[in-house]
């Protein structure tokens, strides 16, 4: 049983974006035919442009990050990387609580919880352990230099390092803007009913 939930875990985290991608419209695909409850248009209400605004920032976070990182070369420290560890799962985490202000709905915040808990940390401790396997020195330094989600003295060297269209289209960074750009269509299309 345990190894069923090992697995079923492990196959989570490899497919996380889908996964996380799907439950979201697969949410807002529910909530359409839940005419009783109607979200937050993000160009009309206050609210919904702040969770607008949250998510574009994600986004904006998330291409930054794939414009400077060249994944399994070399440990990237710079750009985003020298305020955050880990800028693309925190650019992740600001996509889906954009998400959950524009949809208004405190059962989505529950389901992100649940996904962040269980999907996302346990990929963070995975990739850190890996990193540390493949540069122990720089590793260890650069662990000390920054937090896991924010850094505890705050250093802008090396943030404006050379960001990359080439990098960022081969970290495929573009699925994200797909992704968000099909559910907040279809949020504004049910908003018109």
Same mark, same amino acid.
């Given at each position: 049983?345990?190894?069923? %939930?090992?697995?079923?875990?492990?196959?989570?985290?490899?497919?996380?974006?889908?996964?996380?991608?799907?439950?979201?419209?697969?949410?807002?695909?529910?909530?359409?035919?839940?005419?009783?409850?109607?979200?937050?248009?993000?160009?009309?209400?206050?609210?919904?442009?702040?969770?607008?605004?949250?998510?574009?920032?994600?986004? #904006?976070?998330?291409?930054?990050?794939?414009?400077?990182?060249?994944?399994?070369?070399?440990?990237?420290?710079?750009?985003?990387?020298?305020?955050?560890?880990?800028?693309?799962?925190?650019?992740?985490?600001? %996509?889906?609580?954009?998400?959950?202000?524009?949809?208004?709905?405190?059962?989505?915040?529950?389901? %992100?919880?649940?996904?962040?808990?269980?999907?996302?940390?346990?990929?963070?401790?995975?990739?850190?352990?890996? #990193?540390?396997?493949?540069?122990?020195?720089?590793?260890?330094?650069?662990?000390?230099?920054?937090?896991?989600? #924010?850094?505890?003295?705050?250093?802008?060297?090396?943030?404006?390092?050379?960001?990359?269209?080439?990098?960022?289209?081969?970290?495929?960074?573009?699925?994200?803007?797909?992704?968000?750009?099909?559910?907040?269509?279809?949020?504004?299309?049910?908003?018109?009913?």
């Amino acid at each position: 049983m345990v190894s069923q %939930i090992k697995g079923i875990q492990l196959t989570l985290v490899k497919h996380r974006l889908r996964f996380t991608y799907l439950i979201v419209m697969f949410y807002v695909i529910h909530k359409i035919f839940d005419l009783h409850d109607k979200p937050f248009s993000f160009d009309n209400h206050l609210v919904g442009l702040i969770g607008f605004c949250v998510l574009l920032f994600g986004l #904006l976070l998330r291409s930054w990050a794939a414009g400077i990182i060249i994944k399994n070369k070399k440990l990237t420290t710079s750009g985003p990387y020298a305020i955050w560890r880990h800028p693309l799962y925190l650019g992740s985490l600001f %996509i889906a609580i954009g998400f959950c202000v524009i949809m208004n709905d405190w059962f989505l915040w529950v389901i %992100i919880l649940v996904l962040s808990i269980m999907i996302y940390l346990p990929k963070i401790k995975q990739e850190e352990r890996k #990193l540390n396997r493949l540069y122990p020195e720089e590793w260890k330094d650069y662990q000390d230099k920054t937090g896991m989600i #924010l850094t505890a003295k705050l250093s802008f060297n090396n943030v404006l390092d050379k960001w990359s269209f080439k990098l960022w289209l081969r970290n495929r960074e573009y699925n994200p803007w797909i992704a968000v750009i099909i559910v907040l269509a279809v949020i504004e299309y049910w908003h018109t009913f």
